[in-house]
């Protein structure tokens, strides 16, 4: 597993340097917070790979520490509590958190969910980007498409003629496809 940069925020103080004694020497890099707005203060300085949160802490409560430090950078974030309630349980999984453990933590159920919601968090950043690229490469097609068919429909053509006179217009102006496809719909539309 690669070393990490982990912020830790649990209001009591044993727990909190229990996780960093067991996190430090699995050689990662932890910097903690006694509550949850010391930890969204802590972030102002820092970008952690991975956050863990006490759910119940004065001052601001882990869920709403973990709203604010994901808006400030996405990150994989475990939830840590003494209580298995239902009700902190739904709230929780509101967010794209990548894993909740109830205390007394183990070591070894530590260090495994860390590395489930490090690898879970880089598979879902990678779906994300995947289907940011594929929505990119399908403008200018669905522009394109939209332009053919209103052309097939309010000029009679097939769809052959209509992509051809959409190329020679693009080609003329030497501008891309996409953008004589766009106009098109808006000349149309507006007409």
Known sequence: MRKLDILVADDESIIRLGLKGILEEA??????ASDGLAAVRLMENLKPDLAILDIKMPEMDGISAARALLDRSPMPIIFLTAYGERELIERAARLPVMGYLIKPIKEAELLAMIEVAVSRFDEHT??????AELKEEIAPRRAVDRAKGMLMREEGISELEAYERLQRRARAERRSLQEVAEETVNEHERA
Request: proline letters at 0%.
């Open 27 to 32: 050689g990662h890099t932890v910097y903690t």
């Open 126 to 131: 990678s779906t994300a980007q995947a289907a």
